[in-house]
């Protein structure tokens, strides 16, 4: 897991402008912090920093073979099996690393390489024999890669602040920017990544930068079919499937964990994982989970939290036999470091559970430096309440996105530009337009499968940046099973019925897990991640709100209504509604805070 940049310009000598190159490269260095480099020629100029988890002695980057240099983040977690194809084919290695088989893939099949590969990745690969620079990203985007086209060629990082370094790109915001920010959570347009010029490579796509421009093209997408198998052959081929990619996805140099809640998916995840270092002789798995001083005793069981991880996970550990360590988080832990998700993100973040994840990557990176999680498995196999309550389900929008708006609190002349709600109706027609179709399926049916493909296209790309972020800006490598992309392609066309078997939401995962786990875990329902449970940490947002509202001219007021948001606020400091899906009570005026911070410190100018 890495950091990558590059700048390829066709109208320049880029020998002479390594110091650029450097700089966008230093801000990779904490998804990096091993080893980094820069590679220049003629026309382009790529930048790396490492991360050390496959061959540490090796695989050092850019890495370059005949005429191609490749930056590359992330793992190939089928590298074995590709490396000895390759050599079939008369390729030969000087390394152990999945780096240079990647390289070599591309040697071997050109862009057709990213049809070969299981794994997560984001990568540039620089082929001077066809002056051409090649930009791909994993199917289902677990590793992020951010470009900006320029007249003459290409700006590209795996996270915005590579690109914002160099010195000819300024942090702007037109109204479609602003419209993309004060959205609901996970409605973003795939592909726009709110700067003005910066495009976010859309998961499953690759870009060919040469002398012609950017050409963007898609190699991978979820199609409907139908299902043949019954019930009992389904959970057969999860469970193989999940076997199997958890045991790819423990190959590891370094120390691994993983995460572990106690709920169901980091339950089976972990079984798993155990199970497959035992297999291979490796010490017993050690396992992380997150709570909030005052969390026991302040629990309150609601629809999103029906119960307590901790007594969960502390179980769930037992039973596998992993040594958990659980992080205790205070208040103060939370205000101290507030304004580090903003910095991994480079935009604004909804306070204390971005913090709070932060926190808990950087202590375990204190032991670890892979850990595997189980994100993405409630948007496979249909985990979040959307997916039945029928008044959510017959919403014309994203089902996550009903009764929520920022648009009351905004200046009028914002909200006469950005037009919120006409926007978001527009979003929800285009996604709606992408979801493929299986003839002679049922309304129901077919309103499911829609919500389904919109939770992977939407609602996961939030999280999987969320988690990227936060756990790569303490050089954390985190990996997620349940984004095998063999694994999504497969369930995405299980019926409904199926995926609920026994009446329960995610059935079926339930099923294909019988014998991993005791029954109290196996059939423990969903319960959402924690936010902050101190009273204090409401206290000290409230009072940064209250003094920034005290602040008439705050470059926070230029978007927002200092007036409407003081209204507001007078109501209630939690600031109800503007938000559809609120994370913790004072998500939104962390969200607000984080804004005021954003424009100031990234000197963002609004176009």
């Known amino acids: 897991m890495c950091g990558i940049t590059g700048w390829v310009d066709f109208g320049r000598d880029l020998r002479g402008e390594r110091a650029a190159i450097e700089a966008m490269t230093a801000t990779m260095t904490p998804r990096g912090p091993d080893a980094g480099g820069v590679w220049c020629s003629a026309h382009a100029a790529i930048g790396h920093r490492r991360l050390s988890v496959i061959d540490l002695p090796c695989g050092a980057q850019p890495m370059a073979a005949d005429d191609a240099v490749l930056t590359f983040s992330g793992e190939i977690y089928n590298y074995t099996e590709l490396r000895r194809e390759l050599i079939a084919h008369g390729h030969s290695f000087r390394t152990q690393s999945d780096t240079e088989v990647l390289l070599r893939s591309y040697l071997q099949w050109g862009r057709d390489c990213v049809h070969h590969l299981n794994g997560m990745f984001a990568f540039g690969l620089w082929d001077a024999s066809r002056q051409e620079l090649l930009l791909a990203r994993d199917r289902l985007g677990v590793k992020p890669l951010y470009y900006a086209a320029r007249p003459d060629g290409v700006l590209f990082g795996s996270e915005p602040k590579a690109v914002l370094a160099h010195p000819g790109f300024r942090a702007e915001v037109d109204a479609e920017g602003l419209a993309e920010l004060f959205g609901q959570a996970g409605t973003k347009t795939p592909g726009h990544a709110i700067y003005r010029g910066l495009t976010e490579l859309r998961p499953g796509t690759v870009a060919v930068v040469g002398r012609g421009g950017v050409r963007v093209s898609a190699y991978w997408s979820l199609d409907a079919r139908p299902h043949a198998d019954d019930l009992a052959a389904t959970a057969a081929t999860v469970r193989d499937l999940l076997a199997d990619t958890v045991r790819r996805q423990t190959v590891a140099d370094v120390p691994l964990c993983s995460l572990l809640s106690g709920g169901l998916d980091s339950s089976v995840v972990s079984a798993l994982a155990a199970d497959s270092l035992g297999r291979r002789d490796r010490a017993k798995l050690a396992t992380f989970s997150v709570d909030f001083e005052g969390s026991a005793d302040a629990f309150q069981p609601d629809l999103l939290r029906p119960s307590h991880d901790e007594p969960y996970a502390r179980a769930a550990a037992e039973h596998i036999g992993a040594r958990h360590s659980t992080v205790t988080l205070s208040a103060d832990d939370l205000v101290t470091a507030q304004w580090a998700p903003l910095a991994a993100h480079d935009l604004p973040t909804m306070g204390d559970m971005w913090t709070s994840a932060y926190l808990l990557f950087r202590q375990i990176r204190e032991q670890s430096t892979v850990a595997l999680s189980g994100e993405s498995a409630d948007e496979v196999f249909g985990g979040y309440p959307w997916y039945r309550v029928p008044a959510l389900l017959a919403a014309p929008t994203f089902p996550w996105a009903v009764g929520g708006s920022w648009e009351p609190l905004l200046q009028p002349s914002v909200r006469a530009d950005i037009r919120l709600a006409q926007y978001a109706a527009d979003q929800y027609s285009s996604a709606l337009a ?116 005290a602040t008439p001219d705050a470059p926070l007021f230029d978007l927002v209504s200092r007036d409407r948001l003081g209204a507001a606020y007078a109501r209630d400091p939690r600031l109800p509604g503007v938000m559809s899906v609120q994370p913790s009570a004072m998500a939104p005026a962390a969200f607000l805070l984080d804004v005021n911070r954003w424009l100031t410190q990234y000197h963002v100018t609004i176009r």
């Open 434 to 549: 992408e979801v493929p179709r299986l003839d002679g399926e049922g309304p129901a049916d077919r309103r499911i499968r829609e919500v389904l493909y919109l939770g992977l296209t939407r609602w996961l790309p939030f999280l999987l940046d969320r988690k990227d972020r936060l756990s790569m800006a303490t050089g954390l490598e985190v990996r997620v099973p349940f984004c095998d992309h063999r694994l999504v392609e497969y369930v995405f066309n299980v019926p409904w019925a199926m995926k609920e078997s026994g009446g329960i939401e995610k059935g079926l995962l339930r099923t294909a897990a019988d014998g991993l786990l005791p029954p109290e875990l196996l059939q423990r329902r969903k319960s959402s991640y924690p936010g902050a449970a101190d009273p204090a940490y409401e206290r000290a947002v409230s009072a940064q709100l209250r003094e920034l509202l």
